[in-house]
Each structure stands twice: as C-alpha cells, then as structure tokens.
C-alpha cells in the first residue's frame, strides 16, 4: 500500500469529549424545546382560567341585577313585563308615572304589566301633539331569586303612541318598555316627574 492510499483510508475517530459535547447540545436543544412547550401551555391554562373567570363574574352580574323587558300585547292595550333573567319571579309591583300623567301609584301583584287604561287620559292631555314618545315610568318591584325576596327601583320609559279618530278622543297604544335608570333612590313619582319635565 502506498503512503498516499493509506492517508485515505485513515478515519478520523470522534474522541469522547466531543462524544459529550454533542450529548450535552443534544440534550440542551430537547430541554429548551421542553419548557417552551410547558411555558406555552400554562399560558393557554392562564388564559383559558382567566376567561373562565370573566365570564363567571359577568354572569354573576347579570344574575344580581334586575331588568325588565316589555312584550306588546292586545293591541297596545298594554306591555306585558318579565325579568331578563328566568331565575327571577317577580311578586309585587308598584308603579309611578309623572304626576302630569297620573298622581297616583297603580300596584299589581302576580300579574306584572302596564295598562294603556291606567294612563290614557293623562297621555293625551300631557303629551300635546306629539304623536309617538316616551313616558317615564318608576316601578318598585318585589321580586324572589334563589329562595331570597329582593327589591328594585327602576326607571323605565314606556313607548306609547297617539292615534287622532273622527268624532271620539284619540287612541293611545303602548308601544314597549326599554331602561332609563336603575338604583334610583327617593321618590320614584318625582324621578319620572323630572325625566317627563326634561324630555
């Protein structure tokens, strides 16, 4: 064999330094690739936890508060009232309009709505010769949630509508029922008297 054949056949051997060197990188690089991993999934656990709790604490909101919606019935002869949220049963309501409107409190009890009848007159006197408005309306409300009896004061506006008729007085509809105001404390009479007054 000559020198030069020889020189191509020798074979450089890894010694066991290096053997280590590439152990230790190899296992640095899984590491690393390890706790990437780990960090990313306890950021998805953090942010899945904190949307969890977001959404706890507002459907625990909404479970606190109280609000009414109002469905037309009959004609606009009246609204009939409902709590928002099905785990609240209203007993017992006390209502106020402006006292330009009406003086006295209408109370109904199991039976929650709002009357055209109870208003009527009024409207047409108060309302000029607007055709369409809102009328403010303050509602006491006795209501049961979780076995427990609660309270709200709230101003509401009543969407009422004046239709003129030949020869008889004009027809008062009402239209719906939408928030203005909750947490009201005082006269419920004198904060629709004011909403009335500024509107």
């Known amino acids: 064999m000559t020198e030069e054949s020889r020189k191509r056949l020798q074979v450089r051997w890894l ?38 709790r977001q959404a706890q604490a507002r459907a625990d909101a909404q479970k606190l ?48 709505r709002l009357e055209v009848d109870w208003i009527e007159n009024g409207l047409r006197k108060a309302a000029g010769k607007a055709r369409t408005g809102r009328v403010p309306v303050g509602v006491l409300t ?21 239709h003129p008729r030949t020869l008889r007085a004009d027809r008062v509809e009402l239209e719906g029922l939408s928030l203005a105001r909750r947490g009201v404390s005082g006269d419920l009479q004198a904060a629709a008297g004011n909403l009335w007054a500024a509107r």
């Open 142 to 162: 006795v209501f049961i949630q979780d076995g427990v009896t609660k309270t709200d004061r709230a101003v509401y506006h009543l969407g009422y509508s004046v």
């Open 65 to 112: 508060s109280f609000v009414m919606t109002g469905a037309r019935e009959d004609d606009g002869k009246r609204v009939r009232l409902t709590s928002v949220n099905e785990g609240q049963v209203i007993q017992t309501q006390t209502v106020w309009f402006p006292p330009q409107i009406r003086g006295d409190s209408v109370e109904t009890t199991g039976n929650p």
């Open 15 to 52: 010694t066991l330094a290096e053997f280590v060197g590439v152990g230790a990188l190899l296992i640095a690089g899984l590491g690393f690739w390890d706790s990437h991993r780990e960090r990313a999934r306890e950021d998805r656990d953090r942010t899945a936890a904190a949307s969890e």
